[in-house]
């Protein structure tokens, strides 16, 4: 795979809480030019990117983020209004209490009252792996599929650990036949991406590709 290849995998990101309009912006440029699956960006910035790109982009959002511990009714009206705002696709962090308390059956629920206000809009559950033992991760694979969200997302960025391939590994053998994984948070070389693909990862969430890529070149 040509290396420029890779980022029609990538959700081009930007985060950070203090993310500027001219740094959104040249997110944007960049997803433009390269291609990348999307852009990830702060819900505050979804109608100013809409409004200036048009279809030109495709935009990913965050709900929950970064501690996944806000009210269901909260993640429904953030996933709405982003919907509304020109988002198409949505990621949303579980309430990771509630799997340390051991209350799948309702993280669960609330993962598919968010894919129900999200409709058919892409949803991607955003787990944080670097807090979960491995029956936890079994069991949000097992939620994730349940509840007909259509990824599940490693990491946030913002947690102590990222993606790992071991958790990769993990998902695959637990999670149901249409359901994706992205991988993201700790993916530093073009190397990290390729091998996150070939593992089988539908997408990479990082805010560094391309100029990962470009310094290869």
Known sequence: MNKFELLKFVDHTQLKAFATWEEIKTLCDEAIE??????????????????????????????????GYSVTEAKITECEQAIKDGANEIDMVVNISDVKNKQYKKVEEEIAA?????????????????????EEKIEMCHAVTAAGADYIKTSTGFGT???????????????GPNVKIKASGGVKTVADMEAFINEGCSRI?????????????
């Open 161 to 175: 650990g990222g993606a790992t391939m071991d958790d990769v590994k993990l998902f695959k053998q637990h999670i």
């Open 114 to 134: 968010v894919k129900k206000a999200a409709g058919s809009k892409i949803l991607k559950v955003i787990v944080e792996t670097c807090y979960l033992t491995e």
């Open 34 to 67: 390269y291609k990348t699956a999307s852009v990830c960006i702060p819900p505050c910035y979804i109608k100013k990117i809409h409004d200036t790109y048009g279809n030109k982009i495709n935009i990913c959002t965050v709900i929950g983020f970064p501690l």
């Open 205 to 217: 969430g990082t805010s560094s590709a391309i100029k990962m890529i470009n310094d290869a070149e």
